[in-house]
């Protein structure tokens, strides 16, 4: 039951809202006017409207709409804006300038859309922009500095803006022209390409889109360029700098040529210019700037390097030494090289304008001619040429050492040799002050100014051959070929003595070879006697002198004889005396005795040369014998009645 009394209740609620819903009118459009238009301008405006009456349903959709025809609806241009009723404001937009437009508000609910009364009104017109120039600034020789200030846009967007110039009067955007920005206000334009030294206008000018305005003309000329192309050549003390003239629209009336270091000028109307005063040695750089009515120019880039400098001072000149066909030439470096190295010396001959190059003293000229006397000159040089010549050297004359001497004969003396030659063919040009004579083996040397020199303190007994050369100032010649071969060689020495024997009318020597044959083999010996000359000869030891007279005391000498001659005598031998049997006594009378018989003789003619020492007396038969020293002599022993 109780929850039969709840269930009733909401049924009844229902039956009522439907009671009540089936009382109501039906909707209409809604009901609203349009606003004045406001915030006109080239391209839009607002508007609005006031919806006062929904017409009983809900707005779904409000807003204005227009056109360029009356009463405009909603199905050409029109904005939406926010639903329900009362005041709005809308935006017209993308409207076209200086046009009749026509305007209603409208709104919609479910019914249909209502639209309020019609306004009207015409866009704001476009005109070209209001523009001034700005005065240039930064010119350089091919920039400037411009711009403008856009006073007034002409309710028109600006599309472009900007300077434009040109060489004659009024440009337009036809000339030169910059593009900035688009906006109003100030702006800076840079104006670029332009010629030195020339004279531009330049008017500003913004573009919307009812044209192209332009400002106040203003003018300005372009600084003078500078020269280009700079190149420096050194000279004497100078330099010439070359370059190329700067473009431009004015008379150029002079350049200036600048160097550094030191800042010296020359100056001229055209290319090239020649500065003087500089200093030799010194590296020098080179501006140029132009001048024309306006002033001068920034001075130009700046050149090569370069060196003035000359030809180098002369060289002082020193000594020349001969030599063999040629001289050797000192000298001392100038006291200027000019400014420039000296790369080379060239010593040249008098006579016959030999030379020779160096890069530094001393200097050799070859080829010259022996015997020829000479002075030289210097001469130094450097990128600019040769210097002025040095004072002429001393005078010498070239000479080499002597040609070889021919050789002639040796001849062998004792101990030494005497070595004949002929000159040399040639002297070497300078006079032979001597020759020397030289043995082999043994160098042994003997020293001469002529032929013949002779050879001492040689080795008797050994083969040599000699060579010559010849001495001048310069030295010795080559060696002549060699000599024949030579054994030196003398006398023998003295034999020693030995004994002397006597004989019969001779005697016999002995001795000893001497202790040196001299160098030469020993042909024989000769023994001499004192006195008598007697003389024996023989090959050795011992040798009989004969033909002497016997009982003459003698003493011998003996000489050695080789192909040299004879030696001095050995000393004296021990003295003898050559002796024989004496001859026979003369028999004289035999006196018979006892058992004995007494003889008599007398004495033979000849002892023998030698003192009779005894007699003997001799029987026949029997040969009993008695001796004695002188008749007569008794023989004892016979026998008696025996004849004797």
């Known amino acids: 039951m109780k929850r039969i009394v709840p269930l009733l209740v909401l049924v009844g609620f229902l039956i009522g809202i439907a009671v009540m819903d089936s009382c109501k009118k039906e909707p209409v459009i809604p009901t609203l006017t349009t606003s004045a238009i406001t915030n006109i301008t080239v391209n839009s405006g607002t508007s609005g409207g006031v919806i006062t009456k929904d017409g009983g349903a809900a707005v779904t959709e409000r807003g204005v ?7 405009p609806t909603i199905s050409g241009s029109h904005t939406s804006d926010a639903n329900g009723v009362g005041s709005f404001t809308s935006n017209l937009t993308g409207l076209t300038p200086n046009t009749l437009y026509h305007v209603r508000a409208y709104a919609t609910n479910k019914v249909g859309t209502a639209y309020g009364n019609e306004v009207t009104f015409t866009t704001t017109p476009i005109v070209v922009p209001t523009v001034t120039t700005t005065i240039v600034s930064s010119i350089t020789l091919t920039t400037a500095v411009s711009g403008g200030n856009i006073t007034s846009d002409g309710n028109g967007a600006i599309t472009a803006r900007g ?51 332009y400002g106040n003309e203003v003018s300005f000329t372009t600084t003078l360029g500078a020269p280009t192309n700079i190149s420096a050549t050194a000279g004497n003390a100078q330099a010439t700098v070359t370059f190329t003239a700067p473009g431009g629209g004015l008379a150029i009336t002079g350049y200036t040529v600048t160097s550094s270091p030191g800042g010296i000028t020359g100056t001229g109307s055209a290319s090239p210019i020649t500065v003087t005063g500089l200093t030799n040695g010194t590296a020098y750089t080179f501006t140029v700037i132009a001048t024309n009515a306006n002033g001068n120019s920034s001075p130009s880039s700046a050149s090569n390097s370069v060196i003035p400098s000359t030809v180098p001072g002369a060289p002082t000149i020193g ?94 003396g004792n101990a030494q040799a005497t070595v004949t030659f002929t000159a040399p063919a040639s002297n070497g ?13 043994g160098g042994l040397t003997g020293t001469g100014s002529a032929s013949p020199i002779t050879v001492t303190g040689l080795t008797n007994g050994t083969a040599y051959t000699f060579t010559v050369i010849a001495t001048n100032a310069n030295g010795n010649s080559l060696a002549s070929s060699a000599s024949n071969s030579v054994t030196p060689s003398t006398v023998p ?102 058992a004995q018989a007494t003889v008599t003789f007398t ?32 023989v004892t022993g016979l026998t008696n009645g025996t004849a004797y």
């Open 65 to 71: 709409c227009w056109g360029t025809t009356s009463s």
């Open 163 to 213: 300077v434009c110039w040109a060489t004659t009067s009024t440009p337009t955007t036809t000339n030169s022209l910059t593009t900035d920005s688009t906006g109003t206000g100030s702006f800076i334009s840079n104006l670029t390409g332009l010629l030195p030294a020339t004279t531009y206008y330049v008017r500003a000018y913004a573009t919307n889109s009812a044209g192209t305005a």
């Open 319 to 412: 000594t020349a030494t001969a030599g063999n066909a040629q001289a050797t030439v000192t000298f001392t470096a100038p006291g200027s090289n000019g400014g420039s190295v000296i790369t080379g010396y060239t010593v040249t001959s008098i006579p016959g304008g030999l030379t020779a190059t160096g890069t530094a003293s001393p200097i050799t000229v070859t080829g010259l001619t022996n015997a020829i006397a000479y002075t030289f000159t210097v001469v130094a040089t450097n990128a600019n040429g040769n210097s002025l010549a040095s004072s002429a050297s001393n005078s010498v004359t070239p000479s080499s050492v002597p040609g070889a001497p021919t050789i002639g004969t040796a001849t062998k």
């Open 429 to 441: 040009g300078s006079a032979i002050t001597g020759y020397t004579v030289t043995s082999s083996p």
């Open 603 to 634: 004495a033979p003619a000849s002892n023998g040369g030698s003192a009779i020492t005894g007699y003997t007396v001799t029987s026949s038969p029997g040969s009993f014998t008695g001796t004695g020293s002188a008749s007569p002599i008794t």
């Open 493 to 594: 020495g003295a034999p020693t003595i030995g004994t002397a024997t006597p004989g019969n009318v001779q005697a016999t020597v002995t001795f000893t070879a001497p202790a040196s044959n001299g160098g030469s083999a020993i042909t024989g010996y000769t023994v001499t006697s004192s006195p008598g000359g007697f003389t024996g000869t023989g090959s050795a030891s011992p040798i009989t002198v004969t033909g002497l007279t016997n009982g003459t005391a003698y003493t011998f000498t003996v000489i050695a004889t080789n192909a040299n001659g004879n030696s001095l005598a050995s000393s004296a031998s021990n003295s003898v005396t050559p002796a024989t049997v004496p001859g026979a006594p003369t028999i004289g009378t035999a006196t018979k005795g006892n």
